[in-house]
């Protein structure tokens, strides 16, 4: 089978198409044929060695996918060949709150992950995909809607006719959009880029925010939001944007952190904190108790991810360079069907 695997060293020259044996699967396990991939920023990271610069390599990358059963192990009834399915991020986090185990247990490092033809899961470490869906878009559930979804919905909590700002139009984000739209909650989007927000405001943003003309944005959530503030942020910039995510925060407001993508060091003054009553909260994508829960909420409002451009297997390490490059408006997939 093909993979493609991070191998001698860090960065996307270092990304290599190569071939392995195809793996069986054990008694509590099922064989699946990968058909598409979603890159997330972590995998970026990862190939660049930014994310774990001791990660062990080689290492098969990348964290999402959708696939076809193919085999079940001897012990196996609630999969049969023909279904469909998305492994989990993290295979041994199945319920309740993460732990040590269960983070070691993550796809795409420190194990190997999703970018190959074939691969062999505990059976328990997978959920159904949905009908709705196609590959390439319920390639990118696992890391990016999970996510969002744990964020709003389970540690939130987000409630209908609160305010959420997502930061820029990447997987982690439109997903946010459309999870609260889904809540009737309102939307405010940030971006670098006007034909961006145009583009967010037709999946139904209710304001948009151009921080290329507005770099002190968050005064102006203050202004949309009659002076009051967000009830959450969706902290995907990291240190570059951290400082205005807590101006734009109403008095106890809530920001998830989810990315560094402006750097992961940042000073923080601590008195906006407790002189409004701040949470921070870090957000690890989710357990397959989430993802199930996830599932739920697409398939209820059909909930479709906003796909920007699918790349052959062959093409890997440009759809790497691609995603890297921010050009994209929701998410960057691979596809395995060729």
Known sequence: MRVVCLAGGFGFDKLSLEQRPEPSCGARQILIRVQAVSINARDVMMVQGEYNPRQRLPLVVCSDAVAQVVARGAEVTEWAPGDRV????????????LTRDAQRSSLGGPLDGTLREFMAIDAGAAVPAPAHLSAAEAACLPCAGVTAFR?????????????????????????????????????????????????ALALGADGGI?????????K????????????????????GTFTESLRALRIG?????????????????????????LRVQGVFVGSRESF???????????????????????????????????????????????
């Open 151 to 199: 964020a709003l919905v389970e540690l939130g909590p987000l409630r209908a006719g609160q305010t959420l700002v997502c930061q820029g139009t990447g997987g982690v984000s439109l997903f946010g959009l459309q999870i609260a739209k889904a809540l009737a909650a309102r939307v405010i989007i940030t971006s670098r880029s006007s034909a961006k927000l145009e583009r």
């Open 253 to 277: 407001g809530t920001v998830s952190v989810i990315g560094v993508l402006s750097g992961a060091l940042t000073e923080l003054d601590l008195r906006s904190l407790l002189m409004q009553d």
């Open 220 to 239: 102006r959530v203050r202004a949309l939001t009659n002076a009051e503030g967000a009830d959450q942020v969706l902290e995907v910039g990291g240190a």
């Open 210 to 218: 151009d921080t290329s003309h507005t770099p002190e944005w968050g």
């Open 86 to 97: 998305c492994p989990i991020f993290a295979g041994l986090w199945q319920g309740g709150a």
């Open 292 to 338: 199930l829960a996830f599932l739920e909420l697409v398939n209820r409002h059909l909930l479709t991810p906003q796909v920007d451009r699918v790349f052959p297997l062959e093409e890997a390490r440009s759809a790497f360079e691609y995603a890297a490059s921010g050009q994209q408006f929701g998410k960057v997939v691979i596809s395995l069907e060729n």
